[in-house]
Structures are given as C-alpha cells and as structure tokens.
C-alpha cells in the first residue's frame, strides 16, 4: 500500500487553516491539525475524514505547549509543516497611536512564535518536504500600498526570519516557502475582502505542494508565483 503523506497544519480551528486542513484531507494526506481550544468546525472535518485528521493542542506563543505537541508527535516524519497561525490587532493604527501591547503580541504571534515552530519541527519533515509559513501580500516591503501597516511589519519580520533561517540551513533540501494567500473573507480578512475562502486556499495547496522537492526559500502567492520582497 502506498505511503500516505503526512501534514501538520499549525493553526486550524477557522478560517484558512481550518480550510488548510480539509483540502488536505480531500488530497488524502494524513493531516495533524492543531487548535488552541475545541473546534466545532474543525470535530466535523474530523467526522467526515476519520481516517485522516488527528486534532492537536497548541498555542505557538508558548514554548512549553510547543516542546509538549514535539514531545507527542516525537518520531512522526513530516511530508509537509505548515504554520497558519496568525493575528491581527490594531489594523489602522500607526506607530504613533498604536498601543505597544498589541504591536507586541502581533510580533509575537505573527514573526517569533511561527518560526520557533519552524526551528522545533524542522528536523521532522522530510528530506523531500516542505516547510510552509502563513505569511501575507502585504509583508512584501515593495508591494504593500501602505495598509495595515503594523500588521504587515510583523509579516515583514516572518519573511525576515524565515530567510535567515535559509542562510543557516543552506544547502537543505527542503523548500521553505513563505505564503500569501491573498485577501480572502475570514474573521481577520473581514467581510470586505476579495476572495472567498474557495478561491484561496485549494490553490495554496496546490501550489504548495507542488514546491516539494524544490529546494530553497521562496516568497510565493496562491498561485505559486514568486513575490518582490
Ligand atoms: N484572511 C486574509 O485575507 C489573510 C491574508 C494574508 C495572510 N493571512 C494569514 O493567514 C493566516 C490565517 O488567517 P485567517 O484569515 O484564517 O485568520 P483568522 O480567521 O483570524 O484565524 C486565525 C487562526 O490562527 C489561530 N491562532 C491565532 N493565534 C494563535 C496562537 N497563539 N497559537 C495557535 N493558533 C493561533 C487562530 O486560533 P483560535 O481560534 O484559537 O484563535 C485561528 O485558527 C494568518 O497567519 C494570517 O495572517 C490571512
């Protein structure tokens, strides 16, 4: 019988990782999904592919409950790590009004707290797979029109982050991808927002998974095409 692929999928209670997590199960991969509390959503993709989601408990803004989800998924070899996690507060605001707690937790959630999660689960994922962080349009320093400027700065530092770990880790095999996968219609996206959650996320993993085996960073959106930094 042929190897099922595996998924971990950091972030899946709503929105698009909860989307995240269904498309991969259609694709039949082995998905390990991860939520900060019980999902309704996500225990209902569960009971429709029970043979392909197992749900997970973490909170990447705290090491411990990370190092915990390492410990009890010790051994497992991963196909494909995808960290979705992400928030945003104070979207209009600007440094001069921004209160430093918010722009704070948005560093912490948005840039350090993926990338521990990156540096904990690396040596897990395949010598052939992918590592995938949920970054943002607007993280690009060249493309971003000036919007959601705290926010994006927090998106900028991930890409940051992320292509600094692929200076250490030059020569992986791996491809490490930072991902943007446009202004699509969740809680953060708002109602406003160009896309549904359909025309973003199949794309995603297609186009994700159709890096693995190409090693090296790269800034990609939904559709697999490269993005300025
Ligand atoms: N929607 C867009 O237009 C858009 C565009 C570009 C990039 N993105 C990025 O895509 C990702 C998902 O966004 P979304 O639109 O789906 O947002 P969302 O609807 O607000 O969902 C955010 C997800 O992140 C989880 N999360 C937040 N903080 C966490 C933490 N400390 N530990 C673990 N999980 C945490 C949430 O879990 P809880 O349910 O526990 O809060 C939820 O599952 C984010 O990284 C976002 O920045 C979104």
Redesign the pocket.
Known sequence: MAKRNIVLI?????????ALAEEYCARDFHVIA????P?AALDRIAARFPASLTIET?????VRSVEALRQRLAGRTLDTLFV?????LARDDTPKDVREQEFLAMML??AL?PMRVVELFEHQVSRNGVIAV?????GSIAHNPGAWEL?SSS?AALNMLMACFSKRYAGDSRALLLV??????????TDA?A?SIEESIPHVVAAVEAQAGRPGLRFIDRHGKTLPW
């Open positions: 950091v972030g899946a209670s709503r929105g698009l990782g909860l991860t939520v900060r509390s999902s973490a909170d990447i803004t705290d979705n996690a992400g928030i945003c959630t948005n707290s949920m970054s943002s349009e607007l926010y998106k943007a996968p446009g202004w699509v219609r969740t809680e953060m996206g927002a896309l």
